[in-house]
């Protein structure tokens, strides 16, 4: 049960639920008190004019009163009401002392992009795996090892690619990684040291991304974007541009494939200037309504640079993700990680070897693929019954769906999101600095919440669009 009110000239929200009427109740008003809305000496209504305003007891309330005087956020007086308590105006901090910021209320759902149901690890499938490969580990195992990462696990990542991905997919061209962003860090080092100035991205992304890039002494610079995707064809004009970072088969976020039209001229671009396509295949395995669409790599070995991960088909606590590199760019990106693998963990390695190799794997996306399939669906659905005027775009596919708002509200939707305890981000979160302002959407993740919150936030979102 969700109530407002404005019966004493403040503005007021309470979110209440089950049987916390009377907490709710308290947790607004002690709000209200500490942000000023309402200031010290304001009368409060009736406890009985209050409850009929609330539709709730007037012994609800009278408690809540009761508690409020107790603590010394309220005061009461026979014939003068109940008031905002004066209290003294708090001392400033001595000069030079920081003073430590309130910490913030957690959301009570989250529908953040880029994590998968954590609830749905193979706990029991990982445990057999993880066994069986500590049974059969070779005594070196344990000791320093490949800087390219376990054998075991490149070779049958060189399999599972090429048949599930497209990807041709040597093992010795394969580099294990602690995740994407530390594979990220290894190109953007090597193409330093090639002398790139600058590598390309889309106007939509992570930040953290192109942080990185940046960090490494390398400029950004963002290719337009339409309904289409990227737009690759303005990439030999960008002179100063020795590659680009792209998201071709699912693009982040805003859910697009790249147009066939478009890959080939990256492609074409690549071959032509030299430059590299690093490909960020975050989440290829999931697309809901058809095959998916192969990687990019599988057009030129040579000049894309495939960059995979288990962080959405498994989990990002995992630290696991890997690179396949171009024959030329093995070498660089070795000395680049260091001369002995000290990042990912050798058990983990081997015990993703043997997830995939038993079949486990494919079992596991299998089953996460109608999970968030009907995750979608229902999403889809409730939006129609509920909010029609909303739009879904991109395709079906991933673990995130773009909503499409009416011009100006994004923000206002996202502010009405947390007064209902939902954590949502904006498509404007994800736009590059250099990219022209586009239309107001949401970026929802469908995939985050387990399924006892799921219903929940799926209610919380409904009653905050417009």
């Not at 009570?108 to 069986?132: Q, V």
């Not at 736009?431 to 970026?443: E, F, N």
Request: one cysteine or more.
């Amino acid at each position: 049960m969700t109530d407002s009110w404005a019966t004493f000239g403040a503005d007021l929200h309470v979110e209440v639920r089950g049987s916390g009427l009377r907490s709710g109740l308290m947790d607004a008003l002690r709000e209200a008190v500490r942000t000023g809305r309402l200031a010290p000496g304001t009368r409060l209504p009736s406890s009985r004019s209050l409850a009929v305003d609330l539709g709730i007891a007037r012994n609800t309330v009278a408690d809540a009163y009761g508690e409020l005087v107790a603590e010394g956020w309220l005061t009461a007086q026979q014939g003068s009401g109940t008031r905002v308590a004066r209290r003294a105006a708090p001392r400033k901090p001595q000069a030079g002392v920081v003073r430590a910021r309130p910490p913030h209320r957690r959301p009570t759902y989250s529908l953040h992009a880029g994590t998968p149901d954590l609830a749905s690890f193979p706990r029991a499938e990982w445990l057999k795996a993880a066994r069986r490969a500590l049974t059969a580990a070779p005594h070196e195992a344990f000791g320093y090892g490949d800087s390219r990462g376990r054998i075991e696990l490149r070779t049958v990542l060189a399999d599972y690619l090429a048949r599930a991905r497209g990807v041709y997919a040597d093992p010795e061209r394969i580099v294990i990684c602690s995740g994407f962003v530390h594979g990220l860090m290894l190109m953007g080092k090597v193409l330093r040291q090639r002398r790139v100035r600058e590598v390309a991205v889309e106007s939509y992304g992570l930040d953290v991304h192109w942080n990185l890039l940046t960090e490494a002494g390398l400029r950004t610079p963002a290719l337009p974007f339409d309904e289409l995707g990227s737009q690759t064809g303005e990439l030999a004009a960008l002179r100063g541009v020795g590659a680009v970072l792209m998201t071709p088969a699912h693009q982040f976020p805003m859910g697009v494939p790249l147009h066939p039209d478009r890959r080939a001229a990256a492609v074409d671009w690549a071959r032509g200037s030299g430059g590299l396509i690093l490909e960020d295949d975050y989440d290829g395995e999931f697309r809901y309504d058809r095959q998916p669409v192969g990687a990019l790599q599988g057009l030129d070995p040579e000049r894309v640079v495939y960059m995979g991960t288990a962080s959405k088909s498994l989990a990002p606590g995992l630290r696991l993700a890997w690179m396949v590199l171009p024959d030329e760019l093995v070498g660089e990106v070795i000395e680049a990680k260091g001369s002995v693998d000290w990042v990912s963990s050798a058990l983990d390695q081997l015990t993703l070897a043997e997830f995939i190799a038993s079949g486990a794997y494919d079992r596991h996306v299998r089953g996460m693929r109608l999970r968030y399939r009907r995750r979608r669906d229902q999403l889809v659905r409730a939006l129609a019954e509920r909010a029609p005027d909303i739009r879904v775009s991109g395709i079906a596919a991933g673990l995130h769906a773009v909503l499409e708002l009416p011009p100006g509200t994004e923000g206002s939707v996202i502010q009405a999101a947390a007064w209902q305890g939902l954590a949502v981000e904006g498509v404007s979160r994800f736009r590059h600095k250099d990219a022209p302002t586009g239309r107001d959407a949401l970026v929802v993740g469908y995939a985050t919440p387990a399924d006892s919150g799921w219903a929940g936030a799926l209610d919380a979102l409904c009653r905050a669009l417009p």
